[in-house]
């Protein structure tokens, strides 16, 4: 009996040892959405207005599908944060381009981590996150949710948000690609002029070469003449 006892405490989990979540975001990255809610058996159908939820019921299956809309609002607030982030580093880069016509000190490394940064987070919100994606559960299980949750996401503006992030990654994506063929353009104009340097000295020693050459067989000649 004790041992069947050791089992089954063996066996018993923690609390804190239950995993919830896959590929949590760090503590510090984490975005909140307030929304005040009530209960109203006067509504015909559940509702948001100004941030103001009003349920009819106690209904589980329509707090997770509002849940689920907000929980992908909340998630693209902070692909949101990460492009303001992003942009507050470089969107004085077009104006310092536009006053000197050059950016000093930027190298082609610096120039593909920025690049990066901007396709990593445009892939993120369009393939990697479940942002644009619709539960198969809203539209085949619960097809009757399916308003209520698309009524969500369009108050929520979801689509209109994505919209905004990808456009603001391709003007700078556009204008990346624009310092980059500088950048190519000043790099080849820098290997031209070594390659004419190059050869400008390489014909100077033929020259020279063959000047005391000749210098060698005219003494020659002179002496055995």
Request: charged share 25%; glycine share 2%; with cysteine.
């Amino acid at each position: 009996d004790n041992d069947n006892d050791n089992d089954n405490e063996d066996d018993i989990i923690e609390p804190d040892q239950l995993t919830l979540a896959i590929k949590p975001v760090p503590e510090h990255d984490i975005e909140t959405e307030e929304f005040h809610f009530e209960y109203n058996k006067d509504v015909l159908t559940p509702r948001i207005y100004n941030d103001m939820i009003t349920l009819k019921s106690g209904d589980h299956s329509i707090k997770l599908t509002m849940s689920h809309a907000i929980a992908q609002s909340t998630k693209l607030s902070l692909f949101e944060s990460k492009m303001s982030n992003i942009l507050n580093s470089i969107s004085r880069l077009p104006k310092v381009l536009a006053l000197t016509g050059e950016l000093q000190n930027y190298t082609t490394k610096r120039l593909l981590t920025k690049t990066g940064k901007l396709f990593q987070l445009r892939s993120e919100v369009n393939l990697s996150s479940n942002v644009l994606d619709t539960p198969e559960y809203f539209w085949s299980m619960e097809p009757g949710l399916h308003p209520l949750y698309t009524a969500i996401r369009d108050y929520l503006e979801i689509e209109q948000r994505v919209e905004v992030i990808n456009d603001r990654c391709k003007v700078f994506l556009d204008f990346f690609d624009i310092i980059s063929d500088s950048l190519a353009e000043k790099k080849m104009t820098k290997i031209t002029k070594v390659l004419i340097i190059a050869i400008g000295l390489s014909v100077t020693v033929s020259l020279l070469e063959i000047f005391f050459r000749y210098l060698i067989i005219s003494k020659l000649t002179s002496y055995i003449i």
